[in-house]
């Protein structure tokens, strides 16, 4: 069984960008000695990552790959696995997957993990020594501004806004047809500008988002009714969510339930960090 130390800290993004980015976040994690594995279950957010201290690898065709620092991680529709050593510490920005392109002034995509040389890259040894002097709301500061001074080259799409807005009110469980109601447009429209600017389609993050809800109830309470989660949360049946959760995760809800029992390791539901699929 695993067994590490850590901590966890998010803040609320400044008001200017909370269109864009849903929280600035910190995790510092004792692996110990020995490198450790922990899985990743995908998530309804983009993720921009910057890590210090410990090596940081996912486990890719058997092997293990490093991630660079900055890296960034995008919507998941499995799960992946990581592998870490000593003490590793991590400043995260999390975004809405139909936001972090335009925010870094990239263009959307989904495939495979990609390394290319981005401004944003200039702020890890700036960051790097704020972590070396402990000074890790300092370090926050500049990350902070970095994307307020980017955030002010990006207007908010209004189509997109009012979209994520009603995915996120009703965490996922909503047609595309609400979906464009709310946003004041046609499914057509939504769906093409939906996925120039996250790479993926309304219904794949709708769909996660949905898996999320049910991953986090599991998390908090293992021995929740499935059939009246199901009804819940906006799925057909049972059958429903057991097909969508093994979709997402690899495994049932009921497995993840009782593994959730037996480990009970709070960095499940906190520490947060996605790879393209």
Known sequence: MLSFKMQHQEFDPPEELQHAIKCFWYTRVDFGELPSDFEILPDGY??????????????????????????????????????????????????????????????????????????????????????????????????????????????????????????????????????????????????????????HTVKDVSGVMRFEQVRNQLWLYPDTNLAGLAHEVGYTDQAHLSREFKRYSGTTPAAFARRTKKRKLAVAGHFVAFIQA
Not at 70 to 79: A, D, E, Q, T, W
Not at 107 to 119: A, L, Q, R, V
Not at 162 to 182: D, E, F, L, T
């Open 46 to 199: 983009a993720e921009i990552v910057f890590h210090f201290g410990g090596d940081c690898h996912i486990s890719h065709h058997g092997g293990l790959q490093p991630l660079p620092s900055p890296f960034i991680m995008g919507l998941l529709n499995k799960p992946v696995v990581l592998n870490a050593k000593d003490c590793l510490e991590v400043i995260g920005i999390r975004c809405f997957p139909w936001t972090v392109f335009d925010l870094l002034g990239l263009p959307s995509g989904k495939k495979g993990t990609n390394i290319f040389e981005h401004p944003i890259a200039r702020l890890q040894s700036t960051l790097s020594k704020c972590m070396e002097g402990k000074k890790m709301d300092e370090a926050l500061a500049h990350v902070k501004q970095y994307f307020l001074d980017a955030g002010s080259q990006v207007a908010a799409d209004s189509m997109l806004f009012k979209a994520g807005v009603a995915m996120r009110q009703a965490n996922g469980a909503i047609p595309v047809s609400g979906i464009a109601a709310a946003a004041h447009a046609t499914v057509r429209t939504l769906e093409r500008k939906f996925k120039q600017s996250s790479g």
